[in-house]
């Protein structure tokens, strides 16, 4: 080669270590000229003089719900909260916390009167909510002040334990097995039914229901010592009304049986518009079953879905929302 060797240093024991060699620095000029280039790559980097480096946090409103006896309905960003004679009414998109209003039945009209069942009446968009207490009224109530805009006193016997939405029919139940079917007609002179105007239609069911639903037009009931089969096959039976058509009569429907688990008691129910002809079940131990409505109503197929009980389920979509009794919740596609 005839590259000179690279130069070397001697350096006997005991002496001095030579003095450190000082690395190649850029004149100003050649920094100047850099920073004029583009070619410096601390110009690449994002300015963090203001960055933050506090963790982010997520407002979540504080809205509380006593369990066991609270009735919550929502629709849009408006959240009311009935629990015995107390109501109040949140808006999720102003402030969660604090209530838009509070109200009182005592207030309404009604001493003492609990708050049982709660639901937005037919024909409103949300607005007028109806409300059913322990006494056995029924009471309108209006969306964004808690005014009283209708009442019928004592329209039920005993506690309306549930009130229902159809089309532009309203269905009420309480727990001696008497439903009132609300339905607007001509001689109501108005379109949407009216606890002052119509004249509600009496149906008669069993009494002390502990599952009712209204689904696909039809009111679906079940308890839990109505079953059938016996063993790990014991099934609970599933009687469904039309309410709607004056002198019908129930009919019985059972759930198919599970070849390997008990399937438990009916806890929900729910309807999915993608699916429109069937409609799920709910039950104790984990399972959903799925009924054709036009074969009867009849049981299709029973699946397990989870090892706890279902205790809820609402079709979204073409999937459905399932809450567990340890507080899980999950959504299922049914599509598949």
């Not at 809205?63 to 009735?71: D, K």
């Not at 007609?185 to 069911?205: C, D, E, F, H, Q």
């Amino acid at each position: 080669s005839k590259l000179q060797p690279p130069p070397t240093r001697t350096i006997a024991p005991g002496d001095k270590l030579p003095p450190a060699r000082r690395t190649h620095t850029p004149s100003s000029d050649e920094e100047s000229g850099a920073e004029e280039g583009g070619d410096d790559p601390r110009m690449l980097l994002p300015d963090a003089s203001r960055a933050s480096r506090r963790p982010p946090t997520i407002r979540t409103p504080k809205m509380h719900v006593p369990a066991y006896a609270a009735q919550v309905i929502v629709a849009g960003n408006r959240v009311l909260v009935a629990t015995h004679h107390h109501l109040r009414c949140f808006d999720l998109a102003r402030h969660a916390d604090v209530p838009i209003w509070v109200g009182d039945t005592k207030e309404m009209g009604v001493r003492d009167a609990k708050v049982t069942a709660l639901e937005f009446r037919a024909g409103s968009a949300g607005g007028v909510v109806w409300a059913g207490t322990k006494e056995g009224h029924l009471i309108e109530l209006h969306m964004d002040a808690g005014e009283v805009t209708g009442s019928k006193f004592g329209a039920h016997a005993g506690a309306v334990t549930h009130i229902f939405r159809h089309r532009k029919a309203m269905v009420s139940v309480d727990e001696s097995g008497k439903v009132l079917v609300f339905e607007p007609t001509a001689t109501s002179g108005s379109i949407v039914p009216s606890l002052t105007y119509t004249a509600p239609r009496v149906y008669r069911i069993a009494e002390k229901q502990e599952f009712v639903k209204l689904l696909g037009g039809l009111l679906w009931t079940s308890v839990r010592s109505d079953t059938n089969g016996s063993g790990p096959t014991t099934v609970p039976i599933v009687r469904i009304y039309d309410v709607f058509t004056p002198g019908s009569i129930a009919r019985t429907a059972s759930v198919l049986p599970s070849t390997t688990h008990h399937v438990g008691a009916v806890t929900s129910g729910t309807l999915l518009q993608s699916h429109a002809g069937f409609a799920y079940l709910g039950h104790e131990g984990g399972f959903i079953s799925i009924w054709n409505l036009a074969a009867g109503p009849e049981c299709t197929d029973v699946v397990k879905v989870s090892s706890s009980d279902v205790l809820s389920l609402e079709g979204v979509g073409m999937r459905l929302w399932a809450g567990g009794r340890t507080g899980v919740i999950c959504a299922y596609d049914v599509s598949s």
